[in-house]
């Protein structure tokens, strides 16, 4: 590669950091909590939608032009939908993205197109295949590898149908690797957010439960003590020429001591 392919991985990488740091702040808003937790409303997957389309935008309206080709990562929006919202927000994701690369034109604006649509449609159907849950961050690199893949043959054919004189080495080497790449490490940095989230909030939770049962077992335990305690006399006998007392102070919280002062007369 060339300095010029050098400078489109440097431009790509300060898109995917904001792409990135949106991600981080998204994912902890009452929407994608919804996501999470399985139940999101269809209001919530209408914006999902469009956040994610939005995404798709970006990647596209950000991109620089190779070969006769747009040298971007607008898959990412829709992957990621997909992988994290299921097939609905992730085609729709896909479909707003397309519908942008379409109104661009060009010679290759079908090929271009496409790409957003099957990424988005085939993340939530892997969604589904996983059981509604994000993949780990190692199959979600692989799966977006194995997509964008599948995603560049099929719009290489595209080009080819429409007689585009552009070098299919060129366009692999200068346009599809460099989106392959750098999209895989963003949905790999995406992936690995989310699942940092989904540790702390398991981890949260199964704090706040130890805390309850601790909390409910020194409620047990006050109780226990409070009854060890009403067995003890509250006052002593007192008999002439000595001083009784007496007292229990258990090593914990309850103790198994009792004590009292029985009188008792000797029998000559």
Do not use: W
Request: glycine letters at 8%.
């Amino acid at each position: 590669m060339d300095l010029g392919i050098l400078q489109t991985f440097l431009m790509l990488f300060e898109m995917i950091c904001v792409v990135i740091v949106f991600a981080y702040l998204f994912i902890r808003s009452r929407f994608f909590v919804e996501v999470l937790e399985h139940h999101p409303m269809v209001s919530t997957q209408i914006i999902l939608v469009v956040i994610f389309g939005c995404l798709s935008i970006y990647g596209l309206s950000s991109g620089v032009t190779f070969s006769g080709a747009n040298v971007n990562i607008r898959d990412l929006g829709p992957i990621i939908a997909g992988l994290t919202c299921g097939p609905y927000v992730g085609l729709g994701a896909g479909l707003i993205g397309g519908a942008y690369r379409m109104s661009m034109g060009g010679s290759n604006v079908m090929a271009a197109a496409i790409g957003p649509v099957i990424a988005g449609l085939f993340s939530g159907l892997v969604y589904l295949f996983n059981k509604r849950e994000l993949l780990s961050t190692k199959s979600a690199v692989i799966f977006t590898i194995v997509i964008e893949s599948f995603v560049s043959v099929v719009a290489l054919v595209i080009r080819a149908m429409n007689g585009s004189s552009s070098s299919v080495m060129t366009v692999v080497v200068n346009v599809a690797i460099p989106m392959l790449i750098l999209t895989s490490i963003a949905v790999g940095v995406f992936s690995f957010i989310v699942h940092n989230l989904l540790t702390e909030r398991k981890t949260l939770r199964e704090k706040e439960s130890l805390e309850r049962e601790m909390a409910r077992k020194d409620a047990e335990l006050q109780i226990a003590a409070e009854i060890q305690k009403s067995f003890l006399p509250d006052t002593l006998l007192q008999i002439e020429g000595f001083e009784i007392a007496g007292t229990s102070i258990p090593a914990k919280e309850v103790g198994g001591d009792f004590y009292d002062v029985m009188p008792f007369e000797v029998i000559p």
